[in-house]
């Protein structure tokens, strides 16, 4: 620590340049960040997933509707401890979307337990359950609309009609939940299963979308889902089942190989700051041959002098990289969805903040190894002749 000071006057010593490199490095990791967040957020949430649970649906179609009578039979089999249901309802709210937020029909008791992540208060839940009309929403869409418990939620049909021919569904919103960690899907809205199934045409009773099993035993997922497939086999309504993050990664797939784009356009960027940087750290060192000469000659040893001139490189690095990541955290946090909505997660996770240090350390280890070598083998008469 004592040579800090030397190591900050020498980044000072052209202010201009040291300034428009961190510039450089900064803008680089604020664009990494909010990266990070959009590929979150167009996974939908494979990361967060839960590893004991298990969907199945229709085995020619996601859209292909399952008959209820198959919870029983899901439930008895071999390896589940706890099975429900959801259907997809469509709908829209207003003059919004279809789509700007997941409507669906569920019984409210065994999917709140089949996914703690969604926090919901107690006296909330009774209330949910005291009435057949209720309704819970996540965070993100009652903040994004503003709604309040007690609000009547109007809901225009898109796909199911009431059995009178009404296309205008209204719900007492009776609860608000909330994840209980970063990257849980706050967008989506419950509603009662069985008003549902009452409520809709006859000929389409009694028939939901798809179940959601937990199971056991994570290791034993492809077995247990070969034998809940197996209890419907060559039955008008056979079944698919695979582990939800599976599940949700190939729905994601469909959107493209996010993941990838995103790697090439930062992979691209990353080389680019590393011409800046390492172009930048050179023309330093090139410009200090006496300096280091002197050094040298002072009694500062060869490793000493590489040590000296990789730290003005990490310190660059870092110091761009620290701004550059609390930067595009900020934009993310303070800023939002950019779609005004369109993404049901949205924002940087941890574990790419990390990645983000350690490309930093990498970034100036990559730009100051060549010139701190360079400086370390510098010849003392033939720098002073030089300078």
Avoid: C
Avoid at 175 to 181: F, M, P
Avoid at 265 to 279: C, H, P, R, S, Y
Avoid at 368 to 387: E, F, K, N, Q, S
């Amino acid at each position: 620590m004592r040579f800090a000071y030397l190591v900050w006057r020498s980044l000072l010593r052209k202010k201009a340049r040291t300034l428009f490199t961190v510039l450089s490095i900064l803008v680089a990791f604020v664009l990494f960040a909010y990266l990070g967040a959009i590929r979150l957020a167009f996974s939908l949430g494979v990361d967060v997933t839960g590893q004991d649970r298990l969907l199945t649906i229709h085995k020619v179609s996601l859209i292909q509707p399952l008959p209820i009578a198959h919870l029983g039979r899901i439930e008895a089999t071999k390896g589940v401890t706890a099975a429900t249901h959801a259907t997809w309802f469509g709908g829209k709210y207003q003059d919004e979307y279809e789509g700007r937020f997941g409507i669906f029909p569920v019984d409210p008791t065994s999917w709140m337990r089949m996914y703690p992540e969604y926090l919901l208060p107690e006296e909330r839940m009774r209330a949910w359950l005291a009435n057949r009309t209720g309704a819970v929403v996540g965070r993100k869409t009652a903040d994004d609309f503003g709604w309040k418990v007690g609000d009547r939620i109007p809901i225009q049909a898109t796909i199911f009609f009431k059995a009178d021919g009404s296309g205008v569904w209204e719900f007492d919103l009776e609860g608000i939940y909330e994840g209980d960690k970063s990257g849980v899907d706050e967008t989506l809205f419950f509603i009662h299963y069985d008003y549902f199934n009452e409520a809709r045409s006859e000929r389409i009773r009694d028939l939901v979308g798809w179940f959601v099993v937990r199971i056991d035993d994570p290791e034993q997922a492809k077995a247990i889902a070969d034998r809940i497939d197996s209890n419907f086999a060559n039955s008008p309504f056979e079944t698919e089942t695979t582990t939800e993050k599976a599940f949700v990664q190939s729905f994601a797939s469909q959107i493209g190989d996010i993941g990838a784009i995103l790697r090439w356009v930062l992979t691209a960027v990353f080389f680019t700051i590393l011409l800046v940087a390492g172009n930048t750290m050179a023309q330093s060192v090139r410009e200090r041959t006496g300096e280091l000469a002197v050094l040298k000659t002072l009694g500062f040893s060869d490793r000493l002098v590489l040590a000296l001139v990789l730290a003005e490189s990490l310190g660059l690095a870092a110091l761009g990289g620290a701004i550059g990541l609390l930067v595009g955290w900020l934009m993310v946090q303070l800023g939002g969805d950019p779609t005004g909505g369109g993404l049901p997660i949205f924002h940087v996770p941890p574990r790419d903040l990390a990645l983000g240090a350690g490309l930093a350390l990498v970034l100036g280890l990559a730009t100051g190894t060549l010139p701190a070598l360079r400086a370390m083998r510098l010849r003392i008469v033939d720098a002073l002749r030089r300078a």
